[in-house]
């Protein structure tokens, strides 16, 4: 075992990060004093390594990764961490999937056990295989099919991001998730999840020797595996099919989605553009909240961010407008604040705005045992460091007019930008 | 004052005034939402864009709810920015501006946000189910409002309701900080409040209605999921001896192994997620179970629900389920305290349904000392003999309301459109 790196998150929150000889990375987070810990695993992989007529596997996989082992057979492992008080749950996106579960400190050997456990030796039967397809069949209907706004965002990415992975929607199409069989399942199971293509974070209040003596105890024994590798998904261009998709759903209210090609995760640039979406759209004298929802009274609800993916991202503003019509006005406010900020037509006030509440919520993080252990997990899963989070906040102290206007200049255009439009069926919205 | 110190330099303030949408007057409701919200569109000082610009300069988070039994003014802000905040806030409390086209701009918003929400399945099941279930009095009358309620309000009666009723009710004050709590002492004196540190005190409401099950089926057109409720009414916050329902809540539907989880979701793939909860408020509460399956299996999922129900409240639950989920809710206690603001929230919400000061002091030694026959006998006076609902979000036809009464037997199937509440 190596210490990789050792920082404190805002100068606040003591981390180390270790690798065990078969390639885990292990992040120990002191965070609050409280007994208690946060325990995560991620892995290097997502949505976005599935192939062509398999999407929806790797969210299909986390789903059964809580069926049990030859160890601890289905049932055994959510019963035995629910005794410890565990919460267990998990989640899947484009570039990653983690497992996590908080629990007393005095319990962290059996959980460990527990993830070593199901890292290598997930079993799979028929009849408990079946039954979870049915679950996850569910759930896409249920958030798809069934929620105008799940079917706006899945037809927005696929048009977005074109042929490149990102695309494709996390919880698979239908008719995928339909025809995956227990081979599929396995063989991405064991193609990717490997001490080496994982990241064990545990945060909170214990002892950092007696931590690390459990799970060397725990994985130390597990072989290797491999890393992922993703020269593929960098050598694809994401670049989107269309310039406008027009949908008419049975909602009640209209929506406009706007979504820019955006610098990728853990760069300087992405950091510039969510503090223009803060400074834009955070809070409610921001300008395309103020002039659009209270002043012209265009929209009900605005927002916006900037994506938190790996390879291309994407800035993306939304707002939920009081009629369809009003699009062609919401647009030229949006081309109005761009140019403002292009130009460096800026007021100090508004900088220091969104200076503050980023500040205010990097803080704020920092309380939360679990929100540590996803902060510096994935940091660690995706950009090798924690060095991020502080970068992050020295950007941030240092935004400049220059740094907003060359954002603007070079991030939001037009001619490259992607508008969906949901329109209500058939009269629906007029009561 | 309930003060939980913090380490890290931020400071998270709540008002809980006592006063809530229960207060609005039959036929105005949404009331209190309003005139809450009239208090943040500027004062006789500043106008509203003023106050928005120099709130938003301070990066400062500043909200109004109302929910059923209280108001809640909730601010956080920077630590060091804490006195200029307040200022700001004495400005909106002691000095608002009442101003009539912005009350009207207000009633335009809260119209498209009432209209909005009509597109969340959850949410729109949730609130009919709800008003159905009190038989549309009392705790269930919508918090916000109805397009036909918000549009009967006039400026004087929202300006009486703010002015005379809300700014002077008894208020609690709850604040995390690093900084000391006599700052928030002095700070709280400028803002006018009767400052009180008492439980809310209510009397129980009487359930209304014996046994029997009413099934309300909400049509929305192209489902192909229905959100489904099963619910009855509960104790309030203010009896005693709540900890005790709660092991038994926990056994029915309250964990991913739970009973309601395993027969719907894990052995039969039904829905993508179960579960029930308990929902407290001051002089009444209420039980429900919710899940979502497909439009074709959406009986059978009710049926099964109902069934285990009626087990859960018949024969209560086992020794072991006891063992288990005692152990479960003490090691998830820290859980629940974990951050400051946790702990904030807890202790305010814990007060103001009425709860003993000392609830979650003493929650740990309730646990340990609720019994096999105590969880029962509290399951049994809560739910045996009451009157049962069900609610389903789906597209209604005869084939549906064929199935529901030849499975469920209802007393009553009462079918409205999911824009029922616009209107009313």
């Known amino acids: 075992m190596r210490v990789l790196e050792q920082a404190r998150l805002l100068g606040r929150v003591p981390v180390t990060i270790h690798e065990l000889d078969n390639g885990l990375r292990v992040v120990l987070a002191q965070v609050g004093t409280k007994p208690i810990v946060a325990a995560q695993v991620w892995y290097g992989v997502g949505s976005a390594d599935e192939v062509a007529g398999k999407t929806g596997l790797a969210h299909f996989l986390e789903h059964l990764m809580f069926k049990g082992t030859e160890k601890y057979p289905e049932g055994v492992f959510d019963r035995a961490l629910e005794r410890l008080g565990g919460d267990t749950n998990a989640a899947t996106w484009l570039d990653w999937t983690y497992y996590k579960v908080k629990l007393p400190t005095v319990h962290l050997p059996t959980l460990l056990d527990l993830e070593a456990d199901r890292m290598l030796s997930l079993k799979l039967g028929e009849e408990g295989f079946n039954s979870e397809k049915d679950v996850v069949k569910n759930e896409r209907l249920l958030r798809v099919e069934n929620d105008p706004n799940g079917f706006a965002e899945e037809s927005f990415f696929l048009t977005f991001f074109g042929d490149h992975p990102y695309g494709q929607p996390t919880i698979g199409h239908l008719a995928d998730i339909e025809g995956l069989s227990i081979d599929d399942v396995l063989g991405f199971y064991r193609r990717h999840y490997a001490p080496s293509n994982a990241v064990l974070v545990l945060a909170g209040g214990f002892d950092e020797r007696a931590a690390l003596a459990e799970v060397e105890r725990a994985f130390g024994g597990l072989a290797k595996g491999a890393r992922r590798d993703r020269k593929r998904l960098t050598t694809l261009t994401a670049r989107r099919t269309q310039p406008r998709v027009d949908l008419e759903l049975p909602v009640a209210q209209a929506r406009l989605l706007v979504g820019y090609p955006s610098p990728k995760k853990f760069s300087r640039d992405s950091v510039v553009g969510s503090f223009v979406c803060d400074m834009l759209l955070g809070a409610r004298s921001a300008p395309l909240h103020r002039r659009v929802v209270t002043e012209e009274e265009l929209a009900v609800y605005a927002s916006g961010w900037q994506g938190a993916l790996h390879l291309p991202s994407m800035l993306q503003i939304e707002w939920l407008l009081s009629d369809p019509q009003v699009e062609g006005r919401v647009l030229e406010i949006l081309a109005e604040e761009v140019a403002r900020l292009a130009a460096g037509d800026i007021d100090g006030d508004e900088i220091e705005g969104a200076r503050n509440r980023i500040r205010m919520s990097m803080l704020g993080l920092l309380q939360s045992a679990e929100a540590v252990a996803g902060l510096v997990g994935e940091m660690v899963l995706l950009d090798d460091s924690v060095g991020w989070y502080d970068r992050s906040e020295e950007i941030v102290s240092a935004i400049t007019r220059k740094d907003l206007a060359s954002y603007a200049r070079r991030f939001l255009d037009e001619n490259e930008r992607l508008l969906l439009l949901v329109r209500p069926k058939g009269g629906e919205g007029d009561a | 004052m309930i003060y939980v110190p913090q380490a890290i330099p931020l400071t998270q303030v709540q008002i809980a005034i006592r006063v809530g949408a229960t207060a609005d007057p039959i036929g105005q409701e949404g009331l209190a939402s309003l005139a809450l919200a009239l208090l943040e569109?500027?004062?006789?000082?500043?106008?509203?864009?003023?106050?928005?610009?120099?709130?938003?300069?301070?990066?400062?988070?500043?909200?109004?709810?109302?929910?059923?039994?209280?108001?809640?003014?909730?601010?956080?802000?920077?630590?060091?920015?804490?006195?200029?905040?307040?200022?700001?806030?004495?400005?909106?409390?002691?000095?608002?501006?009442?101003?009539?086209?912005?009350?009207?701009?207000?009633?335009?918003?809260?119209?498209?946000?009432?209209?909005?929400?009509?597109?969340?399945?959850?949410?729109?099941?949730?609130?009919?189910?709800?008003?159905?279930?009190?038989?549309?009095?009392?705790?269930?009358?919508?918090?916000?409002?109805?397009?036909?309620?918000?549009?009967?309000?006039?400026?004087?009666?929202?300006?009486?309701?703010?002015?005379?009723?809300?700014?002077?009710?008894?208020?609690?004050?709850?604040?995390?900080?690093?900084?000391?709590?006599?700052?928030?002492?002095?700070?709280?004196?400028?803002?006018?409040?009767?400052?009180?540190?008492?439980?809310?005190?209510?009397?129980?409401?009487?359930?209304?209605?014996?046994?029997?099950?009413?099934?309300?089926?909400?049509?929305?057109?192209?489902?192909?999921?229905?959100?489904?409720?099963?619910?009855?009414?509960?104790?309030?916050?203010?009896?005693?001896?709540?900890?005790?329902?709660?092991?038994?809540?926990?056994?029915?539907?309250?964990?991913?192994?739970?009973?309601?989880?395993?027969?719907?979701?894990?052995?039969?793939?039904?829905?993508?997620?179960?579960?029930?909860?308990?929902?407290?408020?001051?002089?009444?509460?209420?039980?429900?179970?919710?899940?979502?399956?497909?439009?074709?299996?959406?009986?059978?999922?009710?049926?099964?629900?109902?069934?285990?129900?009626?087990?859960?409240?018949?024969?209560?639950?086992?020794?072991?389920?006891?063992?288990?989920?005692?152990?479960?809710?003490?090691?998830?206690?820290?859980?629940?305290?974990?951050?400051?603001?946790?702990?904030?929230?807890?202790?305010?919400?814990?007060?103001?349904?009425?709860?003993?000061?000392?609830?979650?002091?003493?929650?740990?030694?309730?646990?340990?000392?609720?019994?096999?026959?105590?969880?029962?006998?509290?399951?049994?006076?809560?739910?045996?003999?009451?009157?049962?609902?069900?609610?389903?979000?789906?597209?209604?036809?005869?084939?549906?309301?064929?199935?529901?009464?030849?499975?469920?037997?209802?007393?009553?199937?009462?079918?409205?459109?999911?824009?029922?509440?616009?209107?009313?």
Request: hydrophobic content about 40%.
């Open chain 2, 41 to 424: 569109t500027g004062t006789e000082t500043l106008s509203r864009r003023a106050f928005e610009s120099r709130l938003d300069t301070l990066g400062a988070h500043f909200a109004l709810t109302t929910s059923a039994d209280y108001a809640l003014v909730s601010l956080e802000v920077l630590s060091e920015k804490v006195d200029a905040a307040f200022d700001l806030l004495a400005e909106v409390l002691n000095r608002p501006a009442y101003d009539a086209a912005e009350l009207e701009r207000l009633r335009r918003l809260q119209r498209q946000e009432i209209i909005a929400a009509q597109d969340d399945d959850r949410s729109v099941g949730s609130r009919l189910f709800r008003q159905f279930l009190f038989r549309y009095g009392g705790y269930g009358r919508p918090n916000h409002g109805t397009l036909a309620s918000i549009d009967r309000l006039q400026h004087a009666d929202v300006v009486a309701c703010a002015r005379d009723s809300l700014l002077r009710a008894p208020a609690t004050l709850g604040v995390c900080s690093d900084l000391p709590p006599e700052v928030f002492e002095r700070l709280a004196a400028r803002l006018g409040f009767q400052w009180t540190d008492e439980p809310c005190r209510g009397a129980p409401a009487a359930v209304e209605g014996k046994g029997g099950l009413r099934v309300l089926l909400i049509d929305k057109p192209e489902r192909t999921q229905c959100q489904s409720f099963v619910g009855a009414p509960a104790p309030s916050g203010v009896e005693p001896g709540p900890v005790p329902l709660q092991l038994g809540n926990t056994i029915l539907g309250g964990t991913f192994t739970s009973r309601l989880v395993q027969e719907i979701r894990e052995k039969r793939g039904l829905s993508y997620g179960a579960g029930s909860n308990l929902n407290t408020f001051l002089s009444a509460g209420y039980f429900q179970a919710r899940f979502f399956p497909s439009r074709d299996k959406v009986v059978e999922a009710i049926c099964i629900a109902r069934d285990v129900i009626d087990g859960w409240v018949a024969t209560g639950v086992t020794a072991d389920e006891l063992d288990f989920v005692k152990e479960y809710l003490l090691n998830q206690f820290h859980f629940r305290l974990e951050t400051p603001s946790m702990e904030l929230y807890q202790r305010l919400v814990n007060r103001l349904v009425g709860r003993p000061t000392d609830y979650l002091e003493t929650y740990l030694e309730a646990l340990g000392g609720s019994t096999r026959e105590s969880v029962n006998a509290a399951i049994r006076a809560a739910f045996a003999g009451v009157p049962w609902y069900v609610g389903l979000v789906a597209t209604a036809d005869s084939e549906l309301e064929d199935e529901l009464r030849a499975r469920l037997h209802p007393d009553q199937i009462k079918v409205v459109t999911y824009t029922e509440e616009l209107v009313r």
